[in-house]
Nanobody, 121 residues
Framework: PLVESGGGSVQAGGSLTLSCRAS????????MAWFRQAPGKERQGVAA???????TYTNSVKGRFTISQDNAKNTLSLQMNRLEPEDTAMYYC?????????????????WGQGTQVTVSS
């Protein structure tokens, strides 16, 4: 299972760091990603990373968010800077096996329960 932490409430322009810990073993190659879902909207890919460090981001967060991982600790992080009210959503961690760098919901097999991020203006 995947367990997210680090969500909370922050004012616009602030920062938060999300973490996701994968209990049990992960297998190489693999990919992990962050998705988010705002009320009344579909789940959207935010950022993805492969086990060899390749990354991709959705356009709206480029330059503001940074995805990283610690393979030894089975943890995934998302550093979020210059947060905007539009970033308000439930954020989910996801895992997939394989080497493909992809930010599509259907490509991921395992999901966390989510952590809420609220950005006020």
């Amino acid at each position: 299972p995947l367990v997210e932490s680090g969500g909370g409430s922050v004012q616009a322009g602030g920062s938060l760091t999300l973490s996701c810990r994968a209990s049990g073993s992960t297998y190489d190659p693999h990919g992990m990603a962050w998705f988010r879902q705002a009320p009344g909207k579909e789940r959207q890919g935010v950022a993805a990373i492969t086990s060899n460090g390749a990354t991709t981001y959705t356009n709206s967060v480029k330059g503001r968010f940074t995805i990283s991982q610690d393979n030894a600790k089975n943890t995934l992080s998302l550093q979020m800077n210059r947060l905007e009210p539009e970033d308000t959503a439930m954020y989910y961690c996801a895992y997939r096996s394989g080497s493909l760098l992809i930010l599509v919901e259907g490509a991921y097999n395992y999901w966390g329960q989510g952590t809420q991020v609220t950005v006020s203006s």
